[in-house]
């Protein structure tokens, strides 16, 4: 089974809310798409689910053109970040309502929804109504639901976003495992580059109506195709600075320059864009090739184990992941050391150039 987005659009209102998108998912995996708030996630899924229509392009399912097909006659699942569950059955009721309209015998159901509900940690609730339960509950229960459905496409709509941490922990290790057997194609959405990783699979990154690139999770954050990717995959975005190569360095702000290595001896003398996460910003020489940039510091948040730094490098925002709680002077300046090797290159145009060595050799 595949699902195939071929040049699909969509227009409200004369705005653009997706661009032309052509994307292949295949049957049996777990794929992510991952995009800040409003960059077009449930615009996307809405056209693959066939609840609207595209302006242009078509919707195929096994080849077959299913574009103007009505979402009941498809055989699709979806679940909201508002769960959706019915307030005057029961969770058993509520899981089993899809079967029922299918018309599977009461045996086969009792077995899918125990199963189910089983997986979801609900057993002891099936007997309850879903406002008797709590919010994780609930949408635990709208899980249960897509599961039993046995739907060639399952879409999940930020299905997480609204429980408290440690049941979104539990469920993003439990979910690929409990839908990986069905065969099934699932799109999962989120802003969180960390949950994309967490759900392995396949990501298609996302950006004001635009699918960047897609491809296997893990390569897709080491070797992101151009400056707008490596933003979306990077939680806080990535931090970016002009450099030039001249000669044999590649000179940053500051003074500072960096020897060629590896693919960087190809580079062309010109200016380019150099990317680095926030993580592998850090306030203590750790390498001996280390750069040292001097910065003001803005703002710190402190997360328990880790420091957020917000930095003001020569008028450009730069933010930092550092290990351990730190007691920084704000609106002092600060030195910041960054490991060559963990830096992108990227042309002006914001296209990849040269991934960073660490990425190359993951």
């Known amino acids: 089974m595949t699902l195939t987005l071929d040049g699909v659009t969509k227009v409200v209102n004369g705005q653009t809310h997706i661009h032309p998108t052509t994307l292949t998912l295949q049957n049996g995996t777990m794929n992510v798409l991952l995009g800040p708030t409003l960059s077009g996630k449930t615009s996307l899924m809405r056209l693959m689910a066939g609840l609207d229509v595209p ?18 006659d498809r055989k699709v699942a979806m679940v909201y970040q508002q769960f959706i569950n019915y307030p005057s ?19 086969e159901i009792d077995r899918a929804v125990r199963k189910s509900a089983e997986l979801m940690k609900l057993t002891p609730l099936l007997d309850r109504k879903p406002l008797e339960l709590s919010g994780g509950q609930q949408q635990r229960c709208a899980l249960a639901r ?11 709509d930020e299905p997480l976003a609204n429980l408290d941490y440690k049941l979104r922990e539990e ?34 990154t996302l950006w004001e109506g635009r699918v960047t690139q897609f491809g296997p999770t893990p390569e897709v954050y080491r070797q992101p195709v151009d400056a707008t990717t490596a933003r ?53 020489k750790h390498t001996a090739d280390a750069m040292v940039f001097t910065a003001t ?23 930092g992941l550092v290990h351990g709680v730190r007691n920084l002077p704000l609106g002092k300046e600060i030195k910041a050391y960054l490991d060559p090797a963990h830096v992108y290159i990227f042309g002006e145009d914001g296209a ?8 190359l050799a993951a």
């Open 89 to 107: 059955m029961t969770v058993y009721e509520n899981i089993a309502s899809p079967m029922r309209l299918l018309g599977k015998s009461r045996d």
């Open 55 to 72: 302006q242009s392009g078509r919707v195929l399912w096994n080849g077959e053109d299913v574009t103007r097909q009505r979402v009941q």
């Open 171 to 204: 469920l993003r290790v439990e979910i690929p495992k409990i839908f990986e057997e069905s065969g099934s194609i699932f799109l999962y959405a989120t802003t969180e580059p960390e949950e994309a990783l967490l759900l392995g699979g396949n990501t298609a």
């Open 352 to 359: 990849l150039v040269v991934p960073a060595a660490y990425a």
């Open 297 to 319: 510091l803005d703002v710190t948040e402190i997360t328990g184990s880790e420091t957020y730094v917000h930095l003001d490098h020569n008028g450009v925002r730069w933010v």
């Open 232 to 284: 979306v995959f990077s939680d806080p975005p990535m931090n970016f600075m002009q450099v030039s190569k001249t000669g044999g360095k590649l000179m940053f702000g500051d003074g500072q320059s960096s020897p060629l290595t590896g693919k960087l001896r190809d580079l062309a003398d010109g200016r380019y864009v150099a990317g680095f996460r926030p993580n592998h910003v850090e306030l203590e």
């Open 146 to 156: 897509a599961l039993v459905k046995n739907a060639g496409l399952v879409l999940l």
